[in-house]
């Protein structure tokens, strides 16, 4: 499997209150930057909700080390594993996986289920 599939999109809505709440708990210097983040690429899968970010859509995909590491549950009670990368100046990938690696997770937590 590849690392990554090139994404060039904007955040949705769902995407940006994620990040708007973890941020907010974690990481608040990077709150005012949300807007201006680009979607660049997403999890090489194709089918998680793993996306890397970029400050232009032409921005390299950029290594970042572990900021903020939360769990969440699926809407199934899955429990999901949340770990937003970056570097000091920016987050660079929001990433979602299977904690007991028994389920695929497709969509976002529900934010009331996150704990750190």
Do not use: H
């Not at 974690?26 to 970029?54: D, H, M, Q, Y």
């Amino acid at each position: 499997m590849k690392y990554s599939i090139p994404d060039k999109r904007e955040l949705t809505k769902s995407e940006i209150e994620f990040l708007t709440y973890l941020f907010r708990k974690e990481k608040s210097e990077w709150s005012n930057l949300i807007e201006n983040l680009k979607v660049i690429a997403r999890c090489g899968c194709g089918k998680c909700p793993t996306i890397i970010f970029g400050k232009s859509f032409n921005s390299e995909i950029q290594k970042g080390n572990l900021m903020i590491d939360y769990a969440g549950k699926g809407k199934n009670g899955e429990l999901v594993g949340i770990s937003v990368f970056g570097t000091d100046q920016m987050p660079t990938e929001l990433e979602f996986y299977s904690i007991d690696g028994e389920s695929d997770i497709f969509e976002l937590p529900k934010i009331e289920t996150l704990t750190n």
